[in-house]
């Protein structure tokens, strides 16, 4: 038997391998493998079984790594069709579905010393008084890890040794799971009664579950689960299916009920369920939210939980308690849409439109469209879920490759907060200089703080000032690594850039040479100042900021999202890890600082982020009894994203927003690759990206309605001291695009220091 074999290093091919007789039973689909490779011994994944090779002299696996298939087949199929479409060697896609704490050769789980009461035989030994007491504490107990058995018992391990010794205990080396969330208090909760629109929703969706199970069952295939043609790589949405659902409600109208009763259908049905949330902000409330109602009952299920904020040994574990069957529900950012859930029955992507789902190094995937196609491989439902629908999903329902699930109406008939635009233009000319805080702003949180009611004011700008400016000769403090000024920290009394990281003293005095001003000034403003001036004028008031200047511990998101739920803190401020998905009943005003801040960018979906940054901030208010309200600042109040977020009028920008797509053939009409170029030599990146430009032309010859746009300096020209040049392309044929790329990438020669990425379907253009 042969193996086909992928390395863990980039060679973008695989190789063959034999397998030895004392190994055959242990080496399938999926086996981590240590081969031999040249003079070296490197690490590989089995990804095939043949039965012969074109090549001869075949050398041996030497030994399996770690447990047996880790990897399940279905899940690397899916690294191959990501390597496929978006352009990236198939090694790199394969270390992104196997998280690094798994890959170690070496078990990572965590062992540790447990004791045990023991009966010993005859009469039992005469004990000190310390002795007693460490035996009354282990019988209460009936087994602790030894080290909390000698905290408790306030002692030492010397004392339960000598315990050991006379046969009253044992003391064992046992693994000990790591769970970031074992010390939490989940109190059980039971089905809510849903109301007429969330029931259709879930009809809907269940109604497709029970028949994707049904074709599992029957060995029928997904919609995607053989390509068209040998070697054809499927758009993520290039057919339809009645098993991809657009679910669009509102903010508050119980999208959550209905993916936790749609959760308990799979598990039902034995099937396991996979859970995509945006931020990690949003994890610890979401993970409560999901084992206080699968915590006990018939449907009782571990819920593992995968992100970036765990350890290595805690993902280590997570990971396992998934692949061994024992958590049948995973909850997580992007990299959980790999988490190995089998048999698979629902996915859903929360806030499906938030661009944190696309990962911004290679592999450049979307977790979104990962999800609809591993659930058409699979035969899983997936739902999209969201306020604010992404312009390509919500096109995708109207041509029929989504079905849409609409809940326009908050639950019990709650109103949606009352809008209100203030035009900052009218309050800097009243107060003659730029406030922070409108009047009418200002008055509302007194009302608030008077009815002890809470507040959530949003700025997506951290640091205290955006600049640092002399007025006299126009001195800018910029960073010597990026084409960015640095901002003003004053905690940490800093200039820091937010590219790159470098950080600089503050100058007491203009730096330049020749003008040496001593009344230097700070200009623009970010959260840390909006903290600063809310102390300032309601001293009395409990404030916290959220943003990822303090957030930066794994328990800090959960501490602080924790004391606001339980009313410790009366405003809260923070960027845009608080814009969405939080749920508190006694927020009743949201205030935007700066609304129009992101309108402005160089980037063809500037309108469209405003609009849905503003409507989920928005939705934040009034979601218990008392009616919400918003006051939303801008120095652009009558643009179309400020106004249709003003009236909650999705329909409205979607239809003028699609036309101005439409014209400029963009995507959804489209889709794009970004070609980055980069190198610390201008001259030589500017260069070579014409010598691209020519190749690429030669490449895509034949393809049909493809623009090329570019070569272009990046909007960002310059990030961590390298010069980038981009090129645009736009094609509604991106499978064989990706092709036509793959098969240049392979052959194209770049100078030394010029390095070049591929990103397929891009969210961010800088």
């Known amino acids: 038997m042969i193996a086909r074999v992928t390395l863990e290093i980039a060679l973008r091919k695989e190789f063959d391998y034999l397998i030895p007789p004392e190994l055959v039973d242990q080496v399938t689909i999926g086996t981590r493998v240590k081969i031999p490779f040249g003079p070296r011994q490197v690490t590989g994944c089995v990804t095939a079984l043949v039965e012969h090779s074109p090549h001869t002299n075949l050398r041996a696996i030497v030994r399996v790594v770690g447990e047996p298939s880790l990897v399940t087949p279905r899940v690397l199929e899916l690294a191959r069709w990501i390597a496929d479409y978006y352009c990236c060697a198939p090694e790199v896609a394969l270390r992104s579905v196997l998280p690094e704490a798994v890959r170690k050769e070496k078990s990572g789980w965590r062992e540790r010393l447990f004791v045990r009461s023991a009966t010993p035989p005859g009469e039992r030994p005469k004990l000190t008084a310390r002795q007693e007491e460490v035996l009354a504490v282990l019988q209460a107990r009936g087994e602790m890890p030894l080290q909390e058995l000698v905290a408790a018992a306030e002692t030492t391990a010397e004392t339960v040794r000598r315990l050991e010794d006379k046969g009253l205990v044992t003391v064992a080396a046992e693994v000990s799971e790591r769970d970031p969330y074992a010390n939490e208090q989940i109190l059980p909760t039971a089905p809510l009664v849903l109301d007429a629109e969330q029931t259709r929703a879930l009809g809907a969706i269940t109604a497709a579950m029970d028949k994707a199970a049904m074709n599992a069952n029957t060995g029928t295939p997904g919609v995607l689960a053989a390509p068209t043609a040998p070697g054809a790589t499927a758009s993520p949405t290039e057919s339809s299916s009645a098993a991809a659902f657009l679910l669009h409600g509102v903010t508050g109208s119980g999208k959550t009920e209905v993916y936790l009763q749609a959760i308990a259908h799979a598990l039902e049905r034995g099937r396991g369920a996979i859970v995509l949330v945006p931020e990690i902000a949003l994890t610890p409330q979401t993970v409560e939210r999901f084992k206080a109602r699968f915590s006990s009952g018939p449907l009782r299920t571990l819920v593992a939980v995968l992100h970036s ?140 703080l008077e009815r002890a009611e809470q507040t959530m004011l949003f700025l997506n700008r951290r640091g205290y000032s955006s600049s640092l400016q002399c007025p006299k000769c126009g001195y800018v403090a910029q960073c010597p690594n990026c084409s960015v000024s640095l901002t003003f920290h004053r905690r940490d009394d800093k200039l820091a850039c937010h590219v790159c990281g470098h950080t600089a003293k503050v100058p007491s005095v203009c730096p330049e040479a020749k003008c040496r001003n001593p009344a230097i000034r700070y200009a623009g403003m970010g959260t840390e100042r909006v903290e600063e001036t809310l102390t300032k004028l309601f001293p009395k008031a409990r404030i916290q900021r959220m943003d990822s200047d303090l957030m930066k511990r794994k328990d800090d998101y959960r501490r602080a999202l924790g004391d606001f739920k339980i009313g410790k803190i009366d ?77 909650h009028d999705f329909a409205g920008f979607y239809d003028q927003e699609l036309e101005f797509r439409a014209q400029l053939k963009y995507p959804p009409f489209t889709r794009v690759a970004l070609l980055t170029l980069k190198s610390r030599n201008e001259e030589k990146v500017q260069f070579t990206a014409d010598f691209l430009k020519t190749e690429v032309e030669k490449a895509a010859v034949g393809l049909k309605d493809l623009i090329i746009a570019g070569p272009a300096p990046a909007p960002l020209l310059r990030a961590e001291t390298f010069y980038r040049y981009q090129i645009m392309l736009r094609t509604p044929q991106m499978p064989q695009l990706s092709r036509r790329l793959a098969t240049l990438l392979a052959t194209l020669k770049l100078p030394d220091d010029v390095t070049l990425a591929v990103d397929v379907d891009p969210v961010n253009l800088a």
Do not use: C
């Open 571 to 647: 405003i809260l401020v923070g960027t845009q890890m608080i814009a969405k998905g939080l749920h508190f009943e006694n927020v009743t005003l949201v205030g935007v600082i700066y609304a129009d801040l992101s309108l402005h960018m160089p980037d063809f979906r500037a309108g469209e982020r405003t609009f849905q940054l503003l409507t989920q901030v928005a939705g934040r208010a009034g979601r218990g009894d008392i009616e919400g309200e918003v006051f939303v600042q801008a120095f652009t109040p009558f643009h179309p994203a400020i106004q249709f977020a003003r009236r």
């Open 309 to 448: 904020h765990l350890s290595a040994g805690e993902r280590h574990d997570e990971w396992h308690k998934i692949r061994q069957g024992r958590a049948r529900i995973v909850i997580g950012a992007r990299s959980a849409i790999f988490a190995p859930v089998e048999p698979l029955g629902l996915i859903i992507v929360d806030e499906e439109h938030e661009h944190s789902y696309k990962q911004e190094e290679a592999p450049r995937y979307h977790a979104r469209d990962v999800a609809v196609v591993r659930g058409r491989r699979e035969n899983s439902v997936v739902v999209l879920g969201s306020a604010t629908p992404s312009l390509e999903s919500y096109y995708n329902t109207k041509n029929g490759k989504y079905t849409l699930l609409e809940m326009p109406t908050r639950v019990d008939s709650k109103k949606m907060p009352v809008v209100r635009v203030v035009d900052m233009r009218q309050a800097a000319r009243l107060e003659k200089g730029v406030p922070i805080f409108s009047p009418q702003l200002k008055e509302a949180i007194t009302q608030r």
